[in-house]
C-alpha cells in the first residue's frame, strides 16, 4: 500500500527476514526513471488500448447474442503448455467433462508453446485483441500450469478481454482434488458455506500503510455491504468484520476453520501486508511468500513465525469447501521472477524469483483435503495503496463490484472485470503520457512514477481457480 510523502512513495509488504518493509520509501523521480522502458513505446501498448476498449462495452467484448452466464454460448476452454510434463487433462478430467456437458460445441482445449506471446497466442488461434469469437476462444479460460510456462503476463494480457483464471499445482493429485471439489460443489444439493461475507483487516498503530487499508479499504467495504451502505441488498446484511486489534492470527484461523462467530463464510476479503524477501534459492521462499502478516506484528524490525499465518497455519480441519478468497496482500497470488516495478532502460530487472510462482497458501486452499476453496483472488509481487486510492481520494469502484458480483452469484471471473478494465485504461494513458515524452514534451517525473506504479500495481491482480465457478446463496 502506498502514500506520498516527502515525495516518497510507500510499499506494501513486510520482510520475512528482517521485519522491515520490504522495500524503502522509493523517491517518485526514482521511480519515474523505471518506468521509461521501451515495450509501452511499441505495438503491444495499442493493441492492449483495442483490446480494453472492446472489454469495455455493455456486452463484455462477446458478439451481442452471447449471455456471458450461459456457457454454452460464451465457451469455455483449457490452456495448457505443450511443454508441461505433468499429466495436468488427465488430473482435471471431472472438471472437464462437467465444462464439455455445459458449454457443449464451445468446450475447447488449447495449447499454448514456450516463449508465445499474447498477440502471437490469440492470432495462432485465429483472434485478434478487440474480437472474442467464442467458437475459436472461449470467453471463460483456465491456464493449467505453472506460469514458467504459461506466464503470467499472458493471465494480464488475455485478462483485459477474456474471464481467466489459473491453477497450478506440484503434481497430478492438486489437480485432481480441485476438479472433484468443484464438481462437488456444483453438482450439490444445498452449498456447504453459509451466506456471510467475512472482512478481515490488520491496523498497526505503529504502521502507516495498514492504517491506510483498514481505514480507506477494509471498513469503507464493510459499511457499503452493512446495513444502511450502498450495496445493502447484496450484503443482505450478512457482513462480519474482523478489524485492527482483533485481526489476530487466531481469528483468522478460526475463519478459515469455519468454528468461528460468523460460522462457514461464503466470502473472505483480507488486506494485510504479504510476507516476502526470501531471496531467489531459499528454501522458505515457495513455502512463505505472501503469508499474512497478522495483528500479532509487534512492530518493524521483529517478525517470526507467530506473527503471520501461511500454509502450514491453515488446518486440517478447516472447513473451507466452496469458499472464495480475495487476499490484498504482497505476493498473496504469487512472486515473479523478475521486478516488474524496476524498469531501468538498459538495466535488467533484480531476480525476485528463480522461477515465477503461485503462492503456497491459495493453492492449499483450493486442494485442502475436506474440499477446496472455489477460487483464490490475490496479487503478484507488491501492492500498492494506488489500488484503492488516488489522488488522496478512495477508489472502491472494483472492489465493491468484484465482491458485490460474487455474493449474488455471477462466474468469478467476470466479478474481476472491472480490475481488467482498469489495467487497460491505465495502460493506455501511460502508453500517451510517454509518447508525450518521447515527442520532447516536458512530462512531471511525479506524473509518471505515479502512472507506472499504478499501472503496473493493476495489472497484478489475478484469479486462481476456475472462472466460471459461482457462489452459491444458501437460502
Known sequence: MAEPQDDRIYANGVNGLTGRYLIEPISTADLAARGRGP??????????????????QNHLGLPIDVDPDNLGQAGWGVVVSTADKTDVLAGLRPLLRHREQQALRRFKILDHRPGETWPAWLERHHVGPGSINPENVPYYLLLAGSPALIPFSLQYLLSLEYAVGRLHFDDVTGYERYAEAVVDYEKAGAPPHGDTAVFFGTRHNFDKATQLSADRLVQPLVDSFSGGGRYERIGGGRVHAVLGETAVKESLAEILGGDGPPGRPALFFAAAHGLGGWPPGHPDQHSRHGALVCQDWPGFGRIDATHSFGVADLRADSRVHGLVAFLFACYGAGTPHLDPFAHTRG??????????????????????????????????????GYSYLFGGEAQLVPFQNAIGRILIGKPIGVAMKDFGERHGALSAHLSDVLQDLHHGRAVPDGRIAALWTERSDAQNYILLGDPAVTSRRAD
Open 39 to 56: 515495450d509501452e513505446m511499441g505495438g503491444t501498448s495499442q493493441r492492449m488500448r483495442v483490446a480494453w476498449e472492446n472489454a469495455t
Open 347 to 384: 538495466i535488467e530487472p533484480p531476480v525476485v524469483a528463480d522461477e515465477p510462482f503461485v503462492a503456497a497458501l491459495p493453492k492449499e486452499l483450493l486442494t485442502h483435503a475436506g474440499g477446496g476453496a472455489l477460487a483464490v483472488i490475490g496479487h503478484v509481487d507488491r501492492a500498492w
